[in-house]
């Protein structure tokens, strides 16, 4: 049966099959090769008690990225979140180039739209629009841009940053 991690906590590891969650332990055979799982990675695993959820992680599936911190495999999308009353534009740019880096599409979120009275976010969103990167604008309280998100988020494996 084959399915994605998508939490690990104390090497124990949560797998999405379709719409069900098993916990899975990884095989010692893991070690042997020097690898692990994370999150993000497709793996073959096997039941061990379908009452009580839990599985053995078999085999993992090759990975079409790789992250190593912190550690995801297979992301396509990942959202850098600022601020757009503070935002740190050297800091999104280093990302923005290591996501370039990796083929992984990135998009920015420029959140708290609400709290820049001067409206710089206007500026900065139009200035990384015109070099083809995706700006989504939130107020998250207000749930003002969420559902475009949304539909960025559906059928990906993303990774927020921020």
Do not use: C
């Not at 090497?11 to 993000?40: H, Q």
């Not at 207000?142 to 494996?157: A, M, P, R, S």
């Amino acid at each position: 049966m084959q399915g994605l991690i998508i939490e690990n906590k104390a090497n124990l590891y949560k797998v999405k099959v379709n719409e069900k969650e098993y916990i899975a332990t990884a095989r010692g055979k893991f070690k042997n090769e020097n690898t692990s799982p994370v999150v993000g990675d497709i793996v073959e695993i096997s039941i061990l008690e379908e009452q009580k959820n839990t599985a053995v992680i078999e085999e993992i599936k090759t990975r079409k990225t790789y992250i190593k911190r912190p550690k995801l495999a297979n992301i396509t999308k990942i959202i850098f979140v600022i601020s757009s009353k503070h935002p740190d534009l050297l800091m999104l740019d280093k990302q923005l180039a290591f996501a370039e880096y990796l083929h992984i599409e990135p998009i920015i979120v420029l959140n708290k739209i609400d709290l820049d009275e001067k409206e710089e976010f206007n500026k900065i969103s139009q200035t990384y629009r015109n070099i083809g990167y995706k700006v989504i604008k939130t107020n998250a309280k207000e749930k003002i841009g969420i559902q475009k998100l949304e539909q960025e988020l559906k059928d990906n494996i993303s990774a927020f940053s921020g």
